[in-house]
Every structure is written in structure tokens, then in C-alpha cells.
């Protein structure tokens, strides 16, 4: 069983729309991150997540949102889409203490 | 925020060769790690280095981390085809709750 799953692989839409992008694990992990990679591949972290405490990277813009409907679950909605938020989008997870990080397959959205 | 920086930015050998790559970055940290991705892939974690230790081996992994020099390096011994990806390195900025990753060093093994 894949121990973070994300839908879809990939998406692509029009310019202005909203799309959401559904993430879970099912290792018992309490933090939960979204992840965006670039064309340059380099992964800058969004959000970082838990049952307690939602963490955001101050230069996300806030058209992204995370949604977390239980532990196991954090989707990412994005509002307005724009071309420059074309990239792969990383779902992860960890343990509290921080250690290994477990990724998912990631989601290749394309804005045309 | 700080992330870690990779070097080289690619790097090619052919198999049965050494390959080394080097990571700073430039606030204190709790552990830095080392991962792979390969091609249209996640990342997938391949070791772990607290700020204590100077040296990790896992497998023909190597890894190394001064803390003076803010710096790691990882290296692969005797490369196989199956190692070419890009390795990242990611830091925790001393926050234990938060890794920052670099643009990772892309790595081509040549059969």
C-alpha cells in the first residue's frame, strides 16, 4: 500500500480556475506538508501541518489553502490559478520529532 | 528561510566510479538529510546526520556533516546505472518541524 497517496497525478486547466489536489497517508503520522517543486527543481516548502498547528510559508500567495478534514488527510486548494503556479506539488509526511519525511508521487499541474 | 545548497549542480561518472556531492547551507540545524528523486518521482529518504555526529554510512552511502563549515557531503560508491537522480539535502533550520530543500544535484551514471 502506498503510504502517501496523492490525486491526481495530473491536471491541467485554464487560467482563473479553482482546483484542489487530495493527499493521504496512511502511516499514522500527525504532520502533514505541501511541497512545490519548480522547473529548476527546486522544492520550497508551502505548509507544514497538524492537529494543532498550521504553519505557512509567508511568500505562498493565499489563493492556497490547506484543507485537512482528519489526521490523515491535507488537500490543497488553490483559488484564481495563475501560469507561474504551474510546478509539481509534494505531499509529505512525518512524525512529530521531525525525522524521515515521506513523499508522496507528487502532481504535475499545468495553468495554460 | 535558509535552504540547503547542492553541489555540483550535475555530475556525471561512469559506473563503478565514486560520486560525491556537497551540501551548505547557513543557520544552526538539528539533523540534515539526504534524499533521492528520481525521474518523475517523490523524493525518497536515504539517510540521516544529527548536528552531534561527523560521519554516517548506510550501505555505499557515505555521508559527513561540519558544523563549522555548515556543510555535508554524500558519497556513492562504486555507482550503478540505478543511482542516476538527483540527490537533495534538507535542513531543519533548528526548528526540528520544517525542512528546506535546495535545487539538488542531478546525478548521471553512464553503464
Known amino acids: 500500500d502506498t503510504a502517501v497517496s496523492q490525486t491526481p497525478k495530473y491536471l491541467v486547466t485554464q487560467m482563473g480556475n479553482d482546483k484542489s489536489i487530495k493527499c493521504e497517508q496512511n502511516l499514522g503520522h500527525d504532520t502533514m506538508y505541501w511541497y512545490k517543486q519548480d522547473s529548476k527543481k527546486f522544492l520550497k516548502i508551502m505548509f507544514s501541518?497538524?492537529?494543532?498547528?498550521?504553519?505557512i510559508n509567508e511568500t505562498v500567495p493565499n489563493r492556497f489553502s490547506p484543507k485537512s478534514p482528519d489526521k490523515a488527510h491535507l488537500n490543497l486548494h488553490i483559488n484564481s490559478l495563475e501560469l507561474g503556479d504551474s510546478a509539481v506539488y509534494f505531499c509529505?509526511?512525518?512524525?512529530?520529532?521531525?525525522?524521515?519525511?515521506?513523499f508522496g508521487e507528487g502532481s504535475w499541474l499545468t495553468v495554460v | 528561510s535558509q535552504q540547503g545548497e547542492e553541489d555540483p549542480q550535475a555530475l556525471s561518472i561512469q559506473e563503478g566510479e565514486n560520486a560525491t556531492m556537497n551540501c551548505s547551507y547557513k543557520?544552526?540545524?538539528?539533523?540534515l538529510q539526504w534524499y533521492r528523486q528520481n525521474s518523475g518521482r517523490g523524493l525518497v529518504h536515504l539517510i540521516l546526520?544529527?548536528?552531534?555526529?561527523r560521519e554516517k554510512h548506510s550501505g555505499r552511502l557515505r555521508v559527513t556533516l561540519d558544523t563549522s563549515k555548515k556543510s555535508s557531503s554524500l558519497l556513492i560508491t562504486a555507482s550503478r546505472a540505478a543511482d542516476t537522480a538527483s540527490y537533495f539535502c534538507a535542513t531543519d533550520e533548528g526548528t526540528g518541524n520544517q525542512f528546506y530543500f535546495g535545487t539538488g544535484t542531478s546525478l548521471t551514471v553512464i553503464p
Open positions: 509529505a509526511s512525518s512524525e512529530p520529532s521531525g525525522n524521515t519525511i515521506y
Open positions: 543557520t544552526s540545524i538539528n539533523n
Open positions: 501541518y497538524n492537529n494543532k498547528e498550521l504553519i
Open positions: 546526520i544529527r548536528s552531534n555526529e
